[in-house]
């Protein structure tokens, strides 16, 4: 099994800024996919920002120089700069992982229980 822990959502104004990190462990040989999704109320879920492992970063355009998606791979942890915060950036923050356990093993899966950030006055 994997885990992934999740810590820096909060209360911000908008122009504000928050860290999120999301941090993996278990049973992990590799990681393929990690990043970060969002949900506002009443709204699907949308990729805000993931690596894809072989070097591919990609944002959602509304957030595109404003958040950065930086990782740590000797800590299996991704972090979500997030500048000049908006109140349409509200939302539960899920960290998203796609890992193999073994070598050779499928590809699985992973969420974390999610953080609130909140971009209010």
């Known amino acids: 099994q994997v885990q992934l822990v999740e810590s820096g959502g909060g209360l911000v104004q908008p122009g504000g800024s928050l860290r999120l990190s999301c941090a993996a462990s278990?049973?992990?040989?590799?990681?393929?996919?990690m990043g970060w999704y969002r949900q506002a109320p009443g709204k699907q879920r949308e990729l805000v920002a993931a690596?894809?492992?072989?070097?591919?970063?990609n944002y959602t355009d509304s957030v595109k120089g404003r958040f950065t998606l930086t990782r740590d791979g000797a800590k299996k942890t991704v972090y979500l700069q997030m500048n000049s915060l908006k109140p349409e950036d509200s939302a539960a923050y899920y960290c998203?992982?796609?890992?193999?356990?073994?070598?050779?093993?499928?590809?699985?899966?992973?969420w974390g229980q999610g953080t609130q950030v909140t971009v209010s006055s």
């Open positions: 278990g049973r992990i040989f590799s990681i393929m996919f």
């Open positions: 998203n992982a796609r890992v193999h356990g073994f070598p050779g093993e499928e590809e699985s899966e992973y």
């Open positions: 690596y894809i492992w072989g070097g591919t970063l």
